[in-house]
């Protein structure tokens, strides 16, 4: 009898602990007291409480930290703490952000936040928001917020290091990130966030060609190709249908995509999400595509009966058959059904493990 596995824990976006912190730390600030647990309320209509990690007090100005919690999901701030420290501004001044550290600064437009701004996004700027204007509207006497605002996070210029911040031109540390404050485990929405805002980025730029890679050999082999900015290469990783979809709302002039075999091989099977978690090579398909391009028989069995996808690549590249165009060109029609209307010119090339091409579909618009 199988046990059945216990449900993923679902965490708290970062923006959700930046919004419990300011909360807390401008109660403080007006009471004299920081409330332990901290209550707030998501875009959605939850309460969740959320106790103090670290809470501090000054004549003119309270901080209190949050430890985020990500629950089940692989996030890189988990167990970070996340700190809001709350000044008083004239009246008028009205809800002022700024970056402590950890925090990153937006240098470049295309982004939700303009050039010079903390990179505190939208969602979290507006639940900050309300929670701080619900603690004035709670205390006798005080209707208008005019505040400071400064978001930090521990270790948080560290972190972004591994992330793609830099090369969407924020600089200095993370992003403050969520639009509903709930994490969902393993949903990998910040990577598909970071996706969109690449293609944001690189349109504010006005660049004519980005190219979309599944991971870093195909990336630097793709940009030698073209000798692309930084700027025009978007890590899609196996998201490829999350960039496309994108793609057809927010266009380019040209998008290459850029892959290994088995990634390509798996969008040409019709995967817009190529991870070996949602599926295996089809190897009787390429068997089919062999035989398509004059291979034998006894090919397409050997094909069929390989190991790998890699394997029946280099036996079908053995007897003079060029799979990779084959796989480039399949994976272009599954890319074309997806920006089709859209005006896009698409091409896809397909790399080996040392970088080298050994495949190009031909560029044609959508």
């Known amino acids: 009898m199988t046990q059945e596995r216990a449900p993923l824990k679902r965490g708290w976006t970062t923006g959700c602990c930046a919004t419990a ?40 100005w309270a901080m209190a930290g949050i430890i985020k919690d990500a629950g089940d999901d692989p996030d890189a701030t988990h167990g970070v703490l996340v700190r809001a420290t709350v000044r008083p501004l004239k009246a008028g001044s009205g809800l002022v952000f700024k ?43 005080h209707h208008q917020v005019d505040l400071e605002v400064t978001i930090a ?31 969902i485990p393993f949903s990998c929405s910040a990577w598909i966030h970071s996706i969109h805002r690449g293609i944001d980025v690189a349109r504010a730029r006005g660049l004519p060609h980005i190219a979309g890679s599944t991971g870093s050999t195909s990336e630097a082999a793709v940009q030698a190709h073209y000798a692309l900015d930084e700027s025009a290469l978007i890590e899609m990783g196996d998201f490829v249908g999350g960039m496309l979809k994108y793609l057809r709302q927010h ?29 295996a090579i089809d190897l009787e398909r390429l068997a089919r595509l062999t035989r398509e391009a ?10 069929i009966g390989a190991n790998s996808g890699l394997e029946a690549f280099e036996l079908a590249d053995r007897a003079g058959i060029a799979l990779g165009n084959l796989l480039a060109e399949s994976a272009h029609a599954r890319a074309e059904q997806v920006m089709r209307h859209s005006g896009i010119e698409l091409n896809v090339m397909v790399f080996d493990r040392n970088g080298l091409c050994v495949g190009q579909s031909k560029s044609r618009n959508c």
């Not at 009471?31 to 901290?38: A, L, N």
């Not at 470049?108 to 701080?132: D, F, S």
């Not at 004059?294 to 094909?303: E, K, N, Q, T, Y």
């Open 294 to 303: 004059g291979g034998d028989d006894v090919l397409a069995d050997r094909i």
């Open 251 to 279: 266009p380019v002039p040209q998008v290459t995509i850029a892959g290994g075999i088995a990634k390509m091989a798996k969008l040409g099977q019709g995967m817009l999400d190529v991870h070996s978690k949602r599926g």
């Open 99 to 141: 970056a402590g550290p950890g925090v990153g600064t937006v240098t470049r437009p295309g982004l939700p936040i303009p050039p010079g701004e903390p990179a505190i996004n939208p969602v979290p700027r507006h639940m900050i928001r309300q929670a701080l204007k619900a603690v004035a509207h709670e205390t006798p006497g």
């Open 153 to 183: 996070i521990d270790e948080g210029e560290r972190i972004a290091l591994g992330t793609l911040n830099g090369r969407l031109g924020i600089v200095g540390g993370l992003s403050v990130l969520g639009t509903t404050g709930i994490v």
């Open 21 to 60: 912190a300011a909360r807390a730390a401008y109660a403080a600030l007006l009471c004299g007291e920081f409330p332990d647990p901290v209550t707030i309320t998501l875009p959605k209509g939850q309460t969740p409480a959320f106790a103090l990690a670290v809470h501090e007090r000054g004549n003119d």
